[in-house]
């Protein structure tokens, strides 16, 4: 009677390998399916121990064994994630490593039987394995390869009395379209893009500064003057065409930790000579005649906002307090970082409107989010609107004080000047993740897109996107104004508002109703927490970028099946009916996240040709109400400072019976529990609002501090967003990895990339500069985001001769 020999040492390491793997899977799989999850992870477990023990004692089961999980966990893996490669991989790489090492001879060596067949047999569901997941490379079931109309206009034409070199506002215009209608760097040839220039602020990041301190910078030029802000709010003047300092203002900014935010978005320009574009406004209120007929607009994150002259630096003489106005004037607030103004404001021809952020989460005792409109040449008030009051244009006096908490405007505004209206996006109040407390007032502008005269305040219309919101689904980004073709053929004057929900609402600007199809949908009837409520039905637009709609343990990731084995079974314990699930003490999954579909980058829009493009992402949150205790009291002990300079981890929101903690949907290894991607390039054509094509955007190569890794393409989360060009391009940077790439308007391809040397958490620009187009990013990082910090403005334009 043959008899196997004494097993040798890598087969006795081998077995202990594939028993510990499987008792690990058995386990874990069992807790899974008491939760209600798959039961796959029971059978490769079991299978995985029988295996062990056949390899053991040397029998050729073993490899029929192996071979045959290989092939059910190869199909599994078909049927729930389809051919989407980064889905597949940590279904397939812990079972496909031990397979490939089982081919081995010496693991082997020494079993009595011919191993022929069976080896053979494991090899052909190793080698399916492998063509699926190269198949699967190129056969991406989440990217929409289509195609978008390719007509473009021959000449580059003013837009909304723009020159075509000038980048004068935010997004451009201040519509916010954040198209150029220049096209020297066009699809044929933008690959030879080189640096042009690089400007260094001088500035880092220090031990005063707050957690999520960052430049989510996009400058602004006009004629031969870019403007700029550093992060801690110093404004510079550059020559476009070399990138040299011409002069600096320093608002003297006292810096604390306990800002939420330390970052400026951009500055906003004002020239009295341009009588035509502010015709409207114009005509309804001549503004006062000023020393600083051109001036810039500062925000600054302590809660100030000055005036400078354009020309030489200097701050105007003549506007509130010898150039500086104190937004905190008509509500002070006890500790610094309370009122942050981190966006560029709106201007007209006679008024500057601005919004700021409140800090999220602290207590009910927070300032007013309250929009206000000052003179654009003496800063006095024109008007409030103060969107928790009842009267929201009451005046604070006479015993009329602004609200506390009401809903504020952190993000970019958009103004159509032919109408005099601005276009104002909307938070949740503070606190956000708790509504119990809050009253229909407090909550008639929660959320939502406002339509306000922008001379005198008074509301045109308003739309709610998201009801009694307690997952902070701000509005977040600045709205864009365009005119769409409807199916009647008429051009009609539209406002595009992206939401964190993921919804994007296409609104006629006239009357604030729905152009693209909303329905009221019912949304989970959990129960919210005690003492709060949650809205039966939220409304959904028939444009709605979410990549799923519904999560589901399938859904579930990891770098191996052990971290996807714990994401799934951390998901069946955390309370999740869908979107809108209500918060609680058990810990809801919140999808889309806290970062949103959209965020502040806003959207970018072609007219000519009718085209948006955009970034949305995917990646989920998680939120915990913690019960008022001993270790968390209703109100801060005396002399207790702010906030926590950040809007992550947990948040006290004193005055209500509900702390929070806020954090990402993460694995036990600190990735995402989420399949990625988590953030897409998109195309949508704008006479049918479809989404015509959507890639993946960014890698792995930045994700781990210090640690370079291989740039796979995974589809990252980012922040900022994309502006378009007539030369057919989609410029964009923002992700995760340090990238500034271009896109091919027509069918989503990426066409060039530049490496940055610090994160790109900014929204890019383009313009002209003695006859040579350059486009500019801003690469400062982000702090709470994770990248790398820097202090680089680059601009890129083509070589010589082109």
């Known amino acids: 009677m043959n008899t196997p020999a004494t097993p040798s040492g890598l087969r006795t390491f081998t077995v202990i390998v594939a028993a510990l793997i499987g008792l690990i899977l058995l386990v874990g799989g069992v807790w899974l399916t008491v939760l209600g999850g798959s039961f796959y992870y029971v059978i490769a477990g079991l299978a995985l121990l029988v295996f062990a023990r056949l390899l053991s004692r040397g029998s050729d089961a073993a490899l029929w064994l192996y071979g045959a999980l290989m092939l059910v966990t190869t199909l599994w893996g078909l049927w729930e994630a389809g051919s989407d490669f980064w889905a597949l991989v940590p279904r397939l790489d812990i ?4 397979g490939i090492w089982l081919l081995v001879p010496a693991v082997t060596r020494g079993f009595v039987v011919d191993l022929k067949a069976s080896r053979s047999f494991l090899v052909v569901t190793l080698a399916f394995a492998i063509a699926v997941l190269i198949y699967s490379i190129f056969n991406d079931p989440q990217e929409i390869n289509g195609t978008l109309a390719a007509a473009q206009p021959a000449e580059a034409q003013a837009i909304d009395g723009v020159a075509p070199g000038d980048w004068p506002a935010y997004g451009r215009t201040q519509a916010g379209t954040r198209y150029s209608p220049l096209s020297q760097i066009n699809d044929k040839n933008v690959a030879d893009l080189q640096v042009a220039w690089t400007f260094r602020s001088g500035e880092s990041k220090t031990a005063n500064d707050s957690g999520e301190t960052t430049n989510e910078l996009t400058p ?20 476009p065409a070399t990138g040299k300092e011409k002069w600096r203002f320093d608002p003297k900014l006292k810096a604390d930790p306990s800002f939420q935010h330390l970052t400026c978005r951009g500055v906003a320009y004002y020239d009295s000579a341009n009588t035509a574009e502010f015709a409207t406004s114009l005509a309804s209120a001549a503004p006062a005649q000023s020393a600083c007929p051109r001036k810039v607009f500062l925000p600054v994150n302590d809660g100030r906002l000055f005036a400078i002259n354009a020309d030489n630096g200097q701050a105007c003489s003549d506007f509130a307090n010898k150039g500086e106005l104190d937004l905190k004037q008509m509500q002070p607030y006890a500790y610094p970082g309370g009122l942050e ?12 409107v601005i919004g700021g952020s409140v800090t999220d989460n602290l207590s009910i005792h927070e300032p007013s989010g309250a929009l206000r409109g000052y003179d654009v040449n003496t800063g006095a008030l024109r008007w409030i609107f103060d969107t928790g009051a009842e009267n929201p244009n009451a005046v604070p006096g006479d015993g009329h004080t602004l609200v506390n908490n009401s809903p504020n405007a952190w993000a970019p505004l958009a103004y159509d000047a032919k109408t005099d209206v601005v276009y104002i996006p909307t938070g949740n109040p503070t606190p956000d993740i708790w509504g119990g407390n809050r009253t229909p007032v407090m909550e008639r502008y929660s959320s939502s897109i406002l339509a306000l005269n922008a001379t005198t305040g008074k509301l045109v219309w308003s739309y709610q996107t998201t009801h009694h919101d307690l997952w902070d689904m701000d509005v977040p980004s600045q709205p864009t104004l365009a005119d769409v073709k409807v199916a009647s053929g008429e051009a009609v004057p539209a406002v595009y508002v992206p939401t964190k929900a993921g919804n994007l609402f296409v609104l006629d600007r006239r009357d604030g109703k729905p152009i693209v199809p909303v329905s009221e949908v019912p949304v989970p009837s959990t129960e919210a927490a005690p003492g709060d409520r949650a809205s039966p039905t939220q409304p959904r637009s028939a444009l709605n970028l979410t990549s799923v709609q519904t ?32 918060p609680s003490e058990q810990g809801t999954l919140v999808f889309p996240g806290n970062l949103g579909v959209f ?13 948006a493009l955009m970034n949305p992402m995917a990646l989920p949150f998680v939120s915990k109400l913690i019960p008022r205790g001993p270790n968390n009291p209703l109100w801060p002990k005396e002399g207790a400072g702010g906030s926590s300079g950040t809007e992550m981890g947990i948040q006290p929101q004193y005055g209500v019976p509900y702390g929070v903690e806020i954090n990402a949907f993460l694995s036990p290894l600190g990735l995402p529990c989420k399949a990625p991607a988590w953030g897409y390039v998109a195309g949508v ?15 792995v190569r930045d994700s781990l501090p210090g640690i370079q890794l291989p740039p796979f393409k995974i589809g990252v989360p980012m922040l900022g967003g994309p502006i378009s060009t007539a030369g057919n391009l989609m410029f964009i940077a923002g992700t995760q990895d340090n990238y500034l790439r271009a896109y091919n308007v027509t069918n989503g391809d990426l066409v060039w990339q530049a490496r940055l040397p610090a994160g790109g958490q900014a929204t890019p620009m383009t313009y002209e500069a003695n006859g040579k187009q350059y486009v ?3 690469a400062g990082g982000h702090g709470s985001f994770g990248t790398k910090m820097g202090d680089y403005l680059i601009a890129y334009a083509l070589p010589s001769g082109h």
């Open 341 to 352: 103004p981190t966006s560029p404001p709106v201007v007209t021809g006679t008024t500057v």
């Open 599 to 611: 965020e502040w980058g806003g959207i970018s829009v072609n007219p000519d040709r009718q085209v």
């Open 551 to 582: 999560l589901t343990d399938k859904n579930m990731w990891g770098a191996t099946m052990f971290d996807q084995l714990m994401c799934r079974v951390i998901f069946k314990r955390l309370s999740y009916a869908g979107q809108y699930t209500p």
């Open 776 to 778: 500019v990013i801003m």
């Open 220 to 239: 602004i030029k006009i004629g031969d003057n870019m403007f700029i802000c550093t992060t801690h709010q110093i404004l510079v003047a550059l020559d």
């Open 685 to 699: 054509d704008m006479k049918t609002h479809q989404v015509a094509w959507r890639k993946r955007i960014g890698t």
């Open 95 to 98: 079972l496909g490593v031990l």
